[in-house]
């Protein structure tokens, strides 16, 4: 009998996963447990933005906007309505009636990104290459200015604040068990193989009859739904969201994890989004004791530049390690 | 709002729109000869206003001096980025450099932090810089009169070295097509040094003047010109120099008249209303409005 | 002039010249033909530096009894400045720049006083290139872009000149002149190594010939014997 690797690492990582969030959120304390987080957030992140990047060869920076529309959504439907006249004494008054859980706010927020992502999808999907980076990254400037005018909603550039932290490792794990499962599934799909081959040549992807722009489509919207619930998560972990925090230093934050894995590596983007959120969490307290700023951003974009010349497609390439696949590839 | 109130947004638009156009015409020409959108190249507007800084107060060197340093400052560092990470790179699909020159821009930003710490500081240029003219109804201090015309001559001059001039035409034939002009004997990486040299001194004065216009200079301070002037070179087209001179003025005025002539609760939408002008460029006009079809971008 | 010695090249993962020999000597016209992906245009480019081979050398020698350089680990540049110029597929003229300024490219390692003198006398060679000096090149039609980009690989004044394809998509009469012009360049001292698609005409114009196919040398010898040869008659010059 034919053993099945994938479906065992997947057990693996569930089994490992509830266990492990069952002894942190018992055992650690606050700042630990704020890291694990992080580090599942970052996981969420960096997988989906690989599903867009790395499977079809796009290249969209515009994962913090995504997120920044899923977090407000979140934030804006579980607010409780007792706070709700001192920090947002103009919300409009039919906005009142919808207030859910977090759980399905969640779900409204990540629909909600994706939405967005849809109408983005359709006006910028046609450029190629940088030009879409491009375009993706005005995308990220134009939410921040809505973000920061749209006051009555969003109290502007002082963002929201005073949300409930709902986020822990129960919730991130299992969005992180999610957002790995349904991207593995897509990848190793009749879906997943037309995308890859649209990364690797869109003419001969094209003439075989795989639809370039609704793939691209699937891919942007696929990805936007898990950065709108990252963004969800976010929020009510730090229990605040400012329009500021969505910015292109987030988004190249994700870019360096995908790239350094291996864009189109999902185990690369999980094992990257683990090692950088710990490294920068390593400097943070260094660079508070030592007044030195901005050495792990420093460190980072070093880092992303050097595996840019040395090893251009990242750690895993477009590849699963044989850890993780077994010997017998699909 | 009276034809006064009119000449002086244009005034205004114009001073703006020279330094985009500066630091537009290094987007423009870097890509042109490499494919590259550089993003660290608003960066070099931010090192460009340091170093002004830098000589005037603690060299004490007199201005025209000060604008030749920092010119000859920010070429190497143009030629430094260049040879130690783009150079390498070169080959790899155009993301790649995108991607690079985005670490390289967060490198220059940190880099700005650590060793100045991200405290605004004041920048001021002598007083007599700061003298208030009037022509008829519109009004402008001397240094604005002098941002607008060393930027027109540094114009000038460029279009004119890369008409003219020998090391012009192996730009241009680099620029076309790097291949045949390897085989015609021209030394490419000097072509492509000297266009990183040449664009990035220009950004760097382009810092001098921002930092003496606004009054106040900081590490992140290149983000914003950076951008801005890229969404210039595209308004331009890509790649072509009197493109991204059109594109600097264009956008330097629309973006004046659309704060100046709106009623004031538009103005925040400033910045959301440049990249939306940059997301339609691209989508319907590719190549710019004075871009040559160098390849297909959409 | 040049001796091409065992050349082994890859392009990316594909190993497409296999242990190419090629001789070259003074004054001579060589032609080089096969099929379409034989690697002809491989074997040129890497004799100008724009690939290196694998494994091999090529020996260039300026000037007869000089002592040969081992061109393959030289830039292209400096080839072009030891004398080989070479006109490329498809012509690559500089579109956007107007003629003359081709034609500067062209004598770009120069700096001597006769390059305006060259100028004029390509325009005597091709009067329609004269007229048209100041318009950009791309404006020029195939025939006479073929003859500008023959004009400017002239301007650096090569000892040996490789052409690759100047027949391509050419009208049968624009073809005769640049045959006749080479052939007049070759009476002047200019060896020449060129590359055809149309081996009726190369075999016509060359002295010796070698027959590439798959990356390998397959046959070569004196052009007239290949033009008689039935095996080349049937594959190459439609000969039943
Ligand atoms: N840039 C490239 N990358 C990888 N392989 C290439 C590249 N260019 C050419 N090849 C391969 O090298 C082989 C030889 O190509 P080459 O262009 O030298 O042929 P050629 O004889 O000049 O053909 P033609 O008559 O069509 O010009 C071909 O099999 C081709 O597929
Ligand atoms: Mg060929």
């Known amino acids: 009998m034919e053993m099945n690797r994938p479906r065992y690492s997947l057990a693996i990582m569930i089994i490992s996963l509830t266990v492990f969030s069952f002894l942190i959120e018992n055992m650690a304390n606050d700042y630990i447990l704020a890291i694990v987080c992080f580090t599942g957030i970052n996981i969420v992140l960096a997988v989906s933005l690989n599903l867009t990047n790395g499977f079809t060869g796009l290249f969209s920076l515009g994962h913090p906007a995504f997120m920044a529309v899923g977090g407000y959504i979140t934030a804006l439907l579980t607010f409780p309505a007792e706070k709700k006249p001192l920090f947002l004494p103009d919300f409009p008054q039919w906005l009142d009636s919808f207030h859910l859980p977090f759980f399905p706010a969640l779900l409204v927020g990540g629909c909600g990104a994706a939405f967005v992502a849809f109408l983005v999808g359709i006006s910028v999907l046609r450029l190629k290459g940088h030009y879409l980076a491009v375009a993706t990254m005005g995308f990220i400037i134009i939410i921040q200015v809505l973000l920061n005018n749209a006051d009555t909603i969003t109290r502007g550039p002082l963002g929201l604040n005073g949300l409930e932290d709902f986020t822990n490792t129960y919730w991130v794990s299992g969005w992180v068990i999610v957002t790995v499962y349904i991207c593995w599934k897509i990848k190793f799909s009749s879906l997943g193989r037309s995308m890859l081959a649209v990364r690797e040549d869109e003419m001969a992807a094209n003439a075989l009859g795989v639809n370039l722009f609704s793939t691209r489509s699937f891919a942007l919207i696929v990805g936007a739904f898990f950065a709108g619930i990252a963004g969800g998560l976010w929020g009510h972990l730090i229990t605040a969201l400012t329009p500021g925090s969505f910015s292109l230093l987030m988004s190249f934050n994700i870019i360096v994890m995908v790239v350094v894995g291996g864009t189109g590596s999902i185990t690369g983007s999980v094992l990257a989004a683990i090692i950088f959120t710990l490294t920068i969490e390593c400097f943070r307290p260094l660079e508070e004791n030592f007044g030195i700023y901005g050495v792990g951003e420093i460190v980072m974009a070093l880092f992303l530049v050097l595996v840019l010349i040395f090893k251009p497609s990242g750690i895993f390439g477009t590849e699963e390690p044989d850890f993780v696949m077994g010997k017998h590839k699909p | 709002m009276d034809s006064g109130y009119i000449a002086q947004q244009l005034v205004n638009g114009l001073i703006l729109g020279s330094m985009y156009a500066l630091v537009a015409i290094g987007f423009s020409m870097i890509y042109g000869i490499v494919r590259l959108i550089n993003f660290a190249h608003g960066d070099i507007v931010m090192i460009g206003a340091f170093a002004t800084l830098a000589f005037i107060e603690t060299v004490g060197l007199p201005f025209p001096l000060v604008a030749l340093c920092v010119f000859l400052t920010c070429c190497g560092v143009g030629i430094v980025i260049e040879r130690v990470s783009f150079r390498p790179m070169r080959g790899a699909p155009q993301v790649t450099g995108f991607i690079a020159s985005l670490g390289i821009s967060i490198m220059l930003q940190n880099i700005g932090i650590l060793t100045l710490s991200a405290q605004p500081r004041n920048f001021s240029f002598p007083g007599y810089m700061q003298t208030i003219l009037h022509l008829g109804s519109v009004s402008f201090r001397i240094i604005d009169l002098v941002i607008f015309l060393t930027a027109i001559v540094l114009m000038v001059t460029l279009v004119l070295l890369v008409k003219k001039t020998k090391l012009g035409i192996a730009m241009r034939a680099t620029a076309e097509n790097i291949d045949v002009a390897r085989l015609m004997g021209i030394n490419i990486n000097h072509t492509i040094m000297a266009t990183f040299a040449i664009g990035s001194g220009l950004a760097g004065i382009a810092g001098l003047m921002w930092g003496g216009k606004f009054g106040q200079i900081d590490p992140l301070m290149g983000y914003v010109p950076g951008l801005k002037s890229f969404v210039a070179a595209v308004i331009g087209g890509v790649g072509s120099i009197p493109g991204a001179i059109l594109g600097g003025f264009i956008l330097g005025l629309a973006e004046v008249l659309f704060v100046g002539l709106l009623p004031p609760i538009y103005s925040s939408y400033r910045d959301a209303f440049v990249f939306g002008t940059l997301i339609v460029i691209l989508i319907i006009l590719p190549n710019g409005l004075l871009g040559k079809d160098l390849e297909d971008r959409a | ?240």
Do not use: W
């Open chain 3, 1 to 240: 002039m040049l001796t091409v010695e065992n050349i082994d090249v890859h392009r990316g993962k594909t190993h497409v010249l296999h242990q190419i020999d090629l001789h070259v000597g003074h004054g001579e016209i060589i032609a080089l033909i096969g099929a379409n992906g034989a690697g002809k245009t491989t074997t040129l480019k890497t004799i100008s530096g724009l690939l290196r081979p694998t494994k091999g050398k090529i020996l260039y020698t300026p000037e007869a009894g000089k002592a040969p350089i081992d061109i393959s680990t030289m830039a292209p540049e400096q080839i072009v400045g030891a004398g080989i110029s070479q006109c490329p597929e498809g012509r690559g003229v500089f579109a956007q720049l107007s003629v003359k300024e081709n034609l500067l490219v062209g004598a770009y390692l120069r700096s001597d006083k006769e390059i305006e003198k060259d100028i004029q006398s390509v325009y005597e060679m091709f009067p329609i290139l004269g007229e048209r000096s100041t318009q950009a090149a791309g404006k020029l039609s195939g025939g006479q872009q073929m003859m500008l980009a023959l004009g400017r690989s002239l301007m650096s004044q090569p000892k040996l000149l490789i052409l690759d394809e100047p027949s391509l998509g050419l009208a049968p009469l624009i073809i005769e002149t640049i045959f006749a012009m080479l052939q007049k360049i070759n009476s002047q001292g200019v060896t020449i190594l060129i590359v055809e698609q149309n081996a009726v005409m190369a075999l016509d114009l060359s002295h010796r010939a070698y027959v590439l196919e798959t990356g390998r040398v397959a046959l070569s010898g004196l052009s007239s014997d290949l033009a008689s040869n039935p095996q080349i008659q049937k594959s190459y010059l439609g000969v039943e």
